[in-house]
């Protein structure tokens, strides 16, 4: 899930603490480098793009890449909409803004969803950096509702949205929300 890089709409936290076209700066090189990075044949990587129209109209990400729109709401309801957007099996959705995520990272999280119906891979403040599901039945109506973002809660929060779910957890990892975050080497 990504964010066109336009100062002032992208990286707003980390924009307080190093201005808005440096904290804009940042999350292009750091999306376009990761992208570079996890491009491999066991997965496909599928852009979800804000705002909507940029899916189809930015030239800011590789141009084979596909893309689709996120579309509108709160965070856990466009990450929701994006897992019942693709076709069935198992998915999982990370942000740009996680500098220490690797092909390792991600083949542990389709090796867990063989085993568990869920996966998250935490981060150190309480979020997440990645959710999969392994999506073989129907995305629960109430995934990823009334979930306190940006708070030590969202892990929490997010995995009781899935009751009954055999959830998996891997690697913790840190993002980057501030000038902070960038230089304790997220």
Same mark, same amino acid.
């Given at each position: 899930m990504l964010k066109e890089p336009r100062?002032?709409?992208?990286?707003?936290?980390?924009?307080r603490d190093i201005? %808005?076209?440096? /904290? &804009?700066?940042?999350? $292009?090189?750091?999306? !376009?480098? @990761?992208? #570079?990075?996890l491009d491999d044949p066991r997965w496909r990587l599928v852009l979800a793009?804000? %705002?909507?129209? /940029? &899916?189809?109209?930015? $030239?800011?990400?590789? !141009?084979? @890449?596909? #893309?689709?729109?996120?579309?509108?709401?709160?965070?856990g309801e466009r990450m929701a909409r994006v897992f019942r957007a693709l076709p069935p099996g198992p998915v999982c959705v990370i942000g740009?803004?996680?500098?220490?995520?690797?092909?390792?990272?991600?083949?542990?999280?389709?090796?867990?969803?063989?085993?568990?119906?869920a996966v998250f891979g935490p981060a150190h403040d309480g979020g997440y950096w990645l959710v999969g599901l392994r999506r073989s039945g129907a995305v629960p109506a109430g995934f990823l509702q009334h979930v306190r973002w940006s708070t030590r809660h969202a892990l929490a929060?997010?995995?009781?949205?899935?009751?009954g779910a055999r959830i998996a957890l891997i690697d913790r990892l840190?993002?980057?929300?501030?000038?902070a975050d960038l230089r304790a080497g997220a």
């Open positions: 100062p002032g709409r992208v990286k707003t936290r980390l924009a201005g %808005p076209v440096a /904290a &804009a700066w940042w999350f $292009r090189h750091q999306s !376009a480098a @990761l992208l #570079r990075r793009v804000a %705002p909507d129209r /940029a &899916a189809a109209a930015s $030239r800011c990400w590789p !141009a084979h @890449l596909p #893309r689709i729109p996120q579309g509108g709401g709160d965070l740009g803004d996680i500098p220490g995520i690797g092909k390792p990272h991600i083949a542990r999280a389709f090796a867990a969803l063989g085993r568990h119906d929060d997010s995995m009781a949205t899935l009751p840190r993002d980057v929300d501030t000038a």
